[in-house]
């Protein structure tokens, strides 16, 4: 298994520019997750989803729009880029029956935008 | 905002044990400590949960105090690969997803291993 797994590694924006950050799973988990990481601070949660066509909104959802159309997939898409979206964007999953709910993550994107 | 209270970083001599301290004093009955970490540029990791007792597995132990306020993350033989940061959360354990179990992640400690 590939496990989470993050395209593109790292991407610089123009303000204004829009751009979608890829995310796709192999363990068949039904919950997946989008983070942005400032520097120096811990994970921020954007948005969630606890299965295909159904999401909803994390704690720093302003700015970002997300869609499940399967369960493997979690794109995480950015329509007027600005300065305060530079960070590093993690996705994760989660199976649905597991006791503890452990969510595995993806290694990153790292976003500028100048 | 995160309900748990860290060191921000703490030094470690290789070979040793780590300790990594972590206060949730307003921690409620049904909520679970969580452990990961994030080693430089990559995703967290999970390390360990838990609820009342102790637990142990591969990577590390957990001792939860008895009113449960506090807690420690012990890495019995601390190599320079756990250098990282190091998370404690407390969230509501849920089967069915929702906000409330989601992680919140605060800044951590940050754990420097020496050799």
């Given at each position: 298994?590939?496990?989470?797994?993050?395209?593109?590694?790292?991407?610089?924006?123009?303000?204004?520019?829009?751009?979608?950050?890829?995310?796709?799973?192999?363990?068949?988990?039904?919950?997946?997750?989008?983070?942005?990481?400032?520097?120096?601070?811990?994970?921020?949660?954007?948005?969630?989803?606890?299965?295909?066509?159904?999401?909803?909104?994390?704690?720093?959802?302003?700015?970002?729009?997300?869609?499940?159309?399967?369960?493997?997939?979690?794109?995480?898409?950015?329509?007027?880029?600005?300065?305060?979206?530079?960070?590093?964007?993690?996705?994760?999953?989660?199976?649905?029956?597991?006791?503890?709910?452990?969510?595995?993550?993806?290694?990153?994107?790292?976003?500028?935008?100048? | 905002?995160?309900?748990?209270?860290?060191?921000?970083?703490?030094?470690c001599?290789e070979?040793?044990?780590?300790?990594?301290?972590?206060?949730?004093?307003?921690?409620?009955?049904?909520?679970?400590?969580?452990?990961?970490r994030?080693i430089h540029?990559?995703?967290?990791?999970?390390?360990?949960?838990?609820?009342?007792?102790?637990?142990?597995?591969?990577?590390?132990?957990?001792?939860?105090?008895?009113?449960?306020?506090?807690?420690?993350?012990?890495?019995?033989?601390a190599t320079l690969r756990d250098t990282a940061v190091?998370?404690?959360?407390?969230?509501?354990?849920?089967?069915?997803?929702?906000?409330?179990?989601?992680?919140?992640?605060?800044?951590?400690?940050k754990l420097s291993v020496k050799?």
């Open positions: 298994n590939a496990g989470v797994t993050q395209t593109p590694k790292f991407r610089i924006l123009k303000i204004g520019q829009s751009m979608t950050l890829q995310c796709t799973q192999d363990m068949n988990h039904n919950y997946m997750y989008w983070y942005r990481q400032d520097p120096g601070m811990g994970l921020k949660l954007i948005y969630y989803s606890v299965g295909a066509g159904i999401t909803d909104k994390g704690e720093v959802p302003n700015g970002y729009n997300v869609s499940r159309s399967t369960t493997e997939d979690f794109p995480l898409r950015l329509e007027l880029a600005a300065p305060s979206q530079t960070s590093v964007y993690f996705c994760a999953s989660s199976r649905r029956t597991s006791s503890y709910n452990e969510q595995f993550f993806g290694p990153g994107t790292r976003l500028t935008v100048l | 905002d995160a309900k748990t209270t860290q060191p921000p970083s703490m030094d001599a070979g040793r044990a780590a300790n990594l301290p972590c206060n949730h004093s307003t921690i409620s009955g049904n909520e679970y400590v969580y452990w990961y994030q540029s990559q995703g967290p990791q999970y390390i360990i949960h838990g609820l009342k007792n102790n637990e142990t597995n591969e990577m590390a132990s957990l001792i939860i105090t008895e009113d449960r306020k506090s807690s420690t993350l012990i890495l019995p033989h190091y998370y404690c959360i407390v969230r509501v354990l849920s089967n069915y997803g929702g906000s409330q179990g989601n992680l919140i992640f605060g800044k951590g400690t050799p």
